[in-house]
């Protein structure tokens, strides 16, 4: 067949969004990814014959199932729980698992289908899943979120196995949860095996996990910096968020000699104009993860900052930016405006936080950019390192495991340039990242065969 008898993006294109409908966020996703790919994959048959791309977008499985479970008042509650597995060439399934009233199929397939090409990148044999459930844990006991995961993985566990796919954290689903969810598995199968990922340390979980992302996140800003002789020394940082990826984020950012000005909530953003230093940083951890409060109260504890209501952080002026709350919070505008600020840098803590305008706007004014696929790959990548210290049956050193994810996060950003170098000094991240990422699966797709 000639190169010019394949499918082009637009039709490609239709048939995602034709089979699947009401799922603005997955095609959002192949989007983005396609873009990239169809101008790799012009010269080279094998990809387009073996309709690769068309099978990395066709999740292995999506399995849905009904979630019952009791409030404290002894009413019965039901809920939709998801498992989506997109993609085993290179590994066991692998990704988190959200709870947020936003989750819905259509984004657990975006979710699992970035998570293969991010799993990928990390360089450890992890294939790509995520799932969840639009349960909403906010304003629930402790009881009920314990019944809620139990009633989870009693359907769950069946589909899921420490070679077969392997779940973690995601939005509201932390350290606590993955122990209740741990906790059935163990008790329904008698098995105790590394299954999930984010466990306790007691249990079989890895230092550094909790750290992993959004430190990661800022190593590979700080790479993204070297390559313009450039580091984090003084510069002002805009971050979204303030859960774990967040604050961990801020965290590093300022060890590394930035001063961070914002963190933000559903309700708002808070400005420091003095910056958000550790001892303010421990607070919001603690004011969050503990007490479950509102961003908002930041501002009772250290008067000088401002809370704004309503409003992403991404007028305020900075040098580099760091979207670490949900997908799409970043829209083209809100780049545009980064942009005219003067910003220099954009790393995604967060999955999808840009919207395919912001992607193009950011593409456009060839900013240092990167993708959550690159640079939030730190959370994954220490997972697989979970998942190998499971398997040893002991546990690493944190020295070691530091090193590890620099490690990864460097290598990472190697295969970003080995594929999204423009020349004239400009790095495309998005096309380096989403072409190393689809080589690694698609070149085991085509070991298979057509399976
Ligand atoms: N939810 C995280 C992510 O988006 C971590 C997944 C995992 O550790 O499996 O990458």
Redesign the pocket.
């Known amino acids: 067949m000639a190169v010019s008898d394949h499918v082009d993006l637009p039709t490609f294109m239709e048939g995602v969004k034709k089979r699947n409908p009401y799922q603005p966020e997955f095609v959002q996703a192949v989007q983005e990814v396609a873009e990239d790919i169809f101008e790799f994959m012009q010269d080279k048959e094998e990809y387009h014959s073996q309709q690769i791309l068309r099978r990395i977008a066709e999740p292995d499985r999506v399995v849905s199932f009904r979630v019952c479970w009791e409030d404290d008042n002894g009413n019965v509650r039901v809920q939709r729980g998801w498992r989506v597995q997109n993609n085993n060439a290179i590994g066991p399934y ?3 698992i959200r709870f947020h009233p936003s989750v819905t199929e259509s984004v657990l397939k975006f979710l699992a289908f970035e ?1 293969t090409f ?1 799993n990928a990148l990390t360089g450890l044999p992890m294939g790509g899943g995520k799932g969840g459930s639009n349960f909403n844990p906010k304003g629930k006991s402790v009881r009920e979120i314990m019944r809620f995961c139990q009633s989870f993985m009693t359907e769950l566990y069946r589909h899921i196995g420490a070679d077969i796919d392997v779940p ?3 939005i509201g689903v932390g350290g606590r949860e993955i122990g209740f969810m741990f906790g059935q598995y163990k008790r329904i199968t008698n098995n105790f095996t590394g299954v999930l ?2 466990k306790g340390l007691e249990w079989g979980g890895s230092l550094i996990r909790t750290e992993a ?1 959004g430190y990661g996140a800022v190593y590979f800003l700080a790479n993204m910096l070297a390559t313009k002789s450039e580091d984090l020394t003084g510069k002002t940082a805009v971050i979204s968020g303030s859960g774990n990826v967040a604050t961990h984020a801020a965290e590093k950012i300022v060890q590394l000699g930035g001063k961070v000005l914002t963190l933000s909530d559903s309700g708002g953003y808070i400005h420091d104009p003095d910056g958000i230093d550790q001892e303010k940083i421990d607070w919001v951890k603690t004011h969050k993860t503990h007490r479950r409060g509102r961003i908002e109260e930041y501002v009772t504890a250290f008067p000088k900052a401002t809370f704004v209501a309503g409003k992403t952080p991404w007028g305020v002026p900075c040098d580099v930016a760091l979207p670490c709350a949900t997908q799409n919070e970043l829209l083209g505008d809100d780049a545009r405006m980064l942009i005219a600020n003067g910003c220099k840098a954009v790393a995604e803590g967060a ?1 999808m936080p840009t919207d395919l305008d912001g992607v193009h706007v950011f593409k456009a004014a060839k900013i240092l950019y990167a993708p959550g696929k690159a640079s ?1 790959a730190g ?2 990548a220490v ?1 697989g390192l979970e998942m190998s210290q499971n398997s040893e049956r002991r546990s690493w050193k944190e020295e070691e495991l530091q090193q590890m994810l620099k490690d990864i996060m460097s290598g990472i950003h190697k295969s970003c340039l080995a594929y999204g170098d423009q020349g004239g000094g400009y790095i495309d991240y998005v096309k380096g990242a989403n072409i190393a990422g689809f080589k690694k699966v698609a070149d085991a797709m085509l070991a298979f065969g057509v399976v």
């Open positions: 692998k990704g988190g998570q991010k973690a954290g995601d990922t984010g992302t999955n939030n959370g994954v997972s």
